[in-house]
């Protein structure tokens, strides 16, 4: 589990974004709607594919009880035919509200993992923001993670024992030209 986690961190460099997504980088990217978040969803399914995988972008969970989640992206495995990665990308600002947004985010990719029979090795976790904002709180993701969480439900999701956890932050700075490019990529393993 940790080599695999180690792999993704080591596929996730800017070298990869440069040369799948050169808008991100190069080019600036207007922050307007969900674009950010469709290109990080579709850098997410492309690094899937790099490493071999299938890559699904807005992957229905199977219902249950709780919420209806449809996971940004998830990476199947070509032999046993099972989601092995399962990733959200959300923005983040910096703020309490940011922080809880992140907290749902988390919940939504635990019970995706409950709800997937724990057949995921990996849950990752994507923050993007622009510029320097507060970091988030890592002690109530990692914490959130290991004892689990009640979703918007009601309903307690315990915490995840048999998966990595990677928590991702994208940041974005903004040209002169008004769009953003990414600047940096910073990963955790928290697992």
Known sequence: MNDFCTRIKEKLEKDFVD?????????????EDVLVHSLGCSLWSALGHEMEFMAVTEY?????????????TVWISRDTRKPVV????????????GNRKLEIKLS???EAAQRLNDTPEILVLSAWSQGVVRAPDM?????TFRQGVKNSKGVFIPGVENAGFL???????RGRDNLLRLQQIKTWNLS
Do not use: H, K
Request: one cysteine or more; glycine letters at 6%; proline letters at 6%.
């Open 60 to 72: 229905p969970i199977p219902c249950a009880v709780g919420n209806d989640i449809r996971s940004d």
């Open 86 to 97: 399962v990733l959200e990308f959300e923005r983040y600002d910096g703020s309490m509200r």
């Open 139 to 143: 002690d109530m993701i990692r914490n």
């Open 19 to 31: 040369q799948y997504f050169p808008v991100l980088t190069q080019w600036g990217v207007s922050d």
């Open 167 to 173: 928590f991702c932050r994208f940041i974005f700075d």
């Open 108 to 110: 939504n990719l635990m």
